[in-house]
T-cell receptor, first 108, second 114 residues
Framework: KNEVEQSPQNLTAQEGEFITINCSYS?????LHWLQQHPGGGIVSLFM???GKKKHGRLIATINIQEKHSSLHITASHPRDSAVYIC??????????FGKGTLLTVNP | EAGVTQFPSHSVIEKGQTVTLRCDPI?????LYWYRRVMGKEIKFLLH????????ESGMPNNRFLAERTGGTYSTLKVQPAELEDSGVYFC????????????FGQGTRLTVV
């Protein structure tokens, strides 16, 4: 079992739908990252969280440290949101441990 | 300001050849990390530099991989000799020193060993 588990692995939505991607982890962390990778593109950091909730545009990320769980929400999804979304956790030693990613496809 | 840049973006080499990947971190970022994604698997940590020193190289697969960061600026990752299983996308990331500083990633180098 991976230290970082994401669900779902694949997600297809219609434009405008509200989307949730989940991440659970089994180790103690100092921070959790949500990352985005478009096909053929590099990795972009969306959020870094250590507690609570952050919002940026149509993206919202929450984390529950006690439950070792984080969610990434996308409101009013758009085809340009289609990408792989990756959850990664940072332990006390700086390095990141990654989930396998969630492939999101938003159809027009 | 330029982000993290990696060269080359793609490399196709034959088994047994040598390849050197380069990463230029964001200026002033003392932390530099190498990661790798092998097809169908999650991204895995390879190693971590703080300035020119290797802080953690526990993720390096074997001694065919050699990473350097002379002068604490750019870093190179050499694979010699390359094997088929080395194929994947190699990512570099950098961050400022500190307990919870954000990591910035490069575009990655897609390595294909044939």
């Amino acid at each position: 079992k991976n230290e970082v588990e994401q669900s779902p692995q694949n997600l297809t939505a219609q434009e405008g739908e509200f989307i949730t991607i989940n991440c659970s982890y089994s180790v103690g962390i100092s921070a959790l990252h949500w990352l985005q990778q478009h096909p053929g593109g590099g990795i972009v950091s969306l959020f870094m969280l250590s507690s609570g909730k952050k919002k940026h545009g149509r993206l919202i990320a929450t984390i529950n440290i006690q439950e070792k769980h984080s969610s990434l929400h996308i409101t009013a999804s758009h085809p340009r949101d289609s990408a792989v979304y990756i959850c990664a956790v940072r332990g006390s030693n700086y390095k990141l441990t990654f989930g396998k990613g969630t492939l999101l496809t938003v159809n027009p | 300001e330029a982000g993290v840049t990696q060269f080359p973006s793609h490399s196709v080499i034959e088994k047994g050849q040598t390849v050197t990947l380069r990463c230029d971190p964001i200026s002033g970022h003392d932390n530099l990390y190498w990661y790798r994604r092998v097809m169908g698997k999650e991204i895995k940590f390879l190693l971590h530099f703080v300035k020119e020193s290797k802080q953690d190289e526990s993720g390096m697969p074997n001694n065919r991989f050699l990473a350097e960061r002379t002068g604490g600026t750019y870093s190179t990752l050499k694979v010699q000799p390359a094997e088929l299983e080395d194929s994947g996308v190699y990512f570099c990331a950098s961050s400022l020193l500190g307990s919870n500083t954000e990591a910035f990633f490069g575009q990655g180098t897609r390595l294909t060993v044939v």
